[in-house]
């Protein structure tokens, strides 16, 4: 018989365990190994990108050192370059320098000349502080006699502007009342009739002295005329006349008793043939209404403006 004859199934069993236990023993073993593997290998690739990593930072390292070594040296050369042009700024101050230090020493004398002057005011000064203290003195210890001096003063000062005040509002109500009686004069003067003002030249005529003082006189030519103001004024406006020295001149030959005095008759002839002179006739009627107008216009009284102590103060 052979060999495999003689080994019954349980010897081949136990065999058969026998070598599994053993495969399974080294399949353990190579497992542990591979483990031990993949570790060592996770371990080396992370030192590997630890190693990168650090040759990346010593790329940027290096590669700032470079630019701090190329910007050293631009620093470098500027500053050799500013040394130069110091010693070259240096060696042409010099000259300079040695002026500035004369100038300095000239500066320094006036300085103390300045000073000792300053000294003197000082003293001067403190000199002045003492007697206008003392003179301060004085007046607060007289100060009661200046006072009432200053009030006596202006006491002087107000009764007398007082007075002043009362002649000037005086003065201002007298103007006011003559001004309001020759616009009424005047107003009554161009309302009045050519027969009124011959009658009132009639009466001036009588009492020659005393309207001597309201005629108004004239030169012309050597010789004196005379007339009477407010008739003059008053047919000049009710004839609408306007040119006072050519009315006058033409009105010189109106004067039929020869006195060189234009009577309000004269006057009245003279102005009708001037205005019918140098006005047409169609314009006759328009130029009474606008005397009658300017006559109703007159009735108006004027209006008296008082002033008071405040206006008055202002005239001054």
């Known amino acids: 018989m052979s060999d495999t004859g003689t080994i019954t199934p349980e010897t081949q069993i136990k065999e058969l365990t026998e070598k599994l236990e053993e495969e399974t023993d080294r399949l353990l073993k190579l497992y542990a190994a591979y483990e031990q593997q993949e570790a060592e290998l996770r371990d080396t690739k992370a030192e590997v990108e630890v190693l990168e990593k650090e040759i990346v930072e010593r790329e940027i390292e290096k590669e700032s050192l470079e630019a701090l070594l190329t910007e050293k040296d631009a620093r470098i050369r500027d500053l050799e370059m500013k040394a130069g042009k110091s010693s070259k700024q240096v060696e042409h101050l010099e000259p300079e320098l040695q002026k500035m230090e004369e100038k300095f020493s000239r500066e ?179 130029e009474e209404e606008s005397t009658d107008e300017s006559s109703e216009d007159g009735d108006k009284e004027p209006e008296v403006v008082w002033r008071n102590s405040g206006d008055s103060q202002d005239d001054q």
């Open 108 to 286: 320094k004398d006036r300085l103390g000349k300045v000073f000792s002057i300053a000294e003197e005011l000082d003293n001067d000064l403190r000199l002045a502080v003492v007697e206008l203290q003392t003179r301060d003195d004085w007046y607060m210890d007289h100060m009661s006699l200046f006072e009432d001096l200053n009030k006596a003063i202006k006491r002087r000062y107000e009764m007398i502007e007082a007075a002043a005040e009362a002649e000037r509002q005086s003065q201002h109500m007298g103007r006011a009342i003559s001004e309001r009686m020759e616009e009424m004069v005047e107003a009554r003067a161009a309302e009045m009739t050519l027969e009124e003002a011959s009658e009132i030249e009639a009466v001036e005529s009588e009492n020659t002295p005393e309207a001597s003082d309201e005629a108004t006189s004239e030169d012309s030519d050597e010789d004196e005329w005379n007339w009477s103001e407010s008739v003059l004024v008053g047919v000049m406006q009710k004839n609408g006349i306007t040119d006072r020295d050519a009315f006058i001149e033409f009105a010189k030959s109106y004067d039929m008793d020869g006195n060189k005095y234009l009577k309000g008759s004269e006057l009245g002839a003279a102005a009708s043939d001037f205005a019918a002179k140098d006005a047409p006739a169609e314009e006759a009627p328009a």
